[in-house]
């Protein structure tokens, strides 16, 4: 168990709707990372905050966005769904130093018919 | 900008064989590295991590990895595989000079394991 807790573990939804997908970090992690997992694109990472502040953006399309609250945890929100949007999304924490491994849930499978 | 290249996507492997997963990777600054395994409908686990010194790392579950600079590459290795190990094993990096451990990932190796 790596501490880090994703809700809800299974997601089937039509195009064109809206999704909010929810991590907790592992006590103490204040870095929060997500990642986009698809066959045909492999691990993307998506966004990372740090202490609820953002830090760094990688492949997230205008229609994603997240946010990290004040307790720490974090949502993920994707609108417009696209049927290419149908992925495994993982949350990741870390303590947040550079050096810092990253702890990973068990992901949300998304689905989008 | 990193990138990190996985030369198997796919490794078959006999039971209590020894088992080589390569790994290269392509930065303009220096980088962490790391192996990470995922089991099916599962997330992924750290295996081991190089940040410096010893270029030959060993991690959890008899895995090892060998960092080589000069070839840019951090190979792991496991000299006798169980069938438990049958999984997908990722190698990723980490610009030491990033703001937080943002890791690019390299596309994946599956390891089946056969008795």
């Known amino acids: 168990d790596s501490g880090v807790t994703q809700t809800p573990k299974h997601l089937i939804t039509a195009t064109g709707q809206r999704v909010t997908l929810r991590c907790s970090p592992r006590?103490?992690?204040?870095?929060v990372y997500w990642y986009q997992q698809s066959l045909d694109q492999g691990l993307q990472f998506l966004i990372h905050?740090?202490?609820?502040?953002?830090?760094a953006k990688g492949n997230i399309l205008e229609r994603f966005s997240a946010q990290q609250f004040p307790d720490l945890h974090s949502e993920l929100n994707l609108s417009s769904l696209e049927l290419g949007d149908s992925a495994l999304y993982f949350c990741?924490?870390?303590?947040?130093?550079?050096?810092?491994?990253?702890?990973f849930g068990n992901g949300t499978r998304l689905t989008v018919t | 900008a990193q990138s990190v290249t996985q030369l198997d996507s796919q490794v078959p492997v006999f039971e209590e064989a020894p088992v080589e997963l390569r790994c290269n990777y392509s930065?303009?600054?220096?980088?962490?590295l790391f192996w990470y395994v995922q089991y099916p409908n599962q997330g992924l686990q750290l295996l081991l991590k190089?940040?410096?010194?010893?270029?030959l790392v060993k991690g959890i579950n008899g895995f090892e990895a060998e960092f080589n600079k000069s070839q840019t590459s951090f190979h792991l290795r496991k000299p006798s595989v169980h069938i438990s190990d049958t999984a997908e094993y990722f190698c990723?990096?980490?610009?030491?000079?990033?703001?937080?451990?943002?890791?690019?990932f390299g596309g994946g190796t599956r390891v089946l394991v056969k008795p």
């Open positions: 006590s103490g992690d204040l870095s």
């Open positions: 990741a924490s870390s303590a947040g130093t550079v050096s810092s491994p990253l702890h």
């Open positions: 990723a990096v980490s610009s030491i000079k990033a703001a937080g451990n943002k890791l690019t």
């Open positions: 930065s303009s600054v220096s980088v962490y």
């Open positions: 190089y940040l410096s010194g010893s270029t």
């Open positions: 905050y740090y202490n609820g502040e953002e830090r």
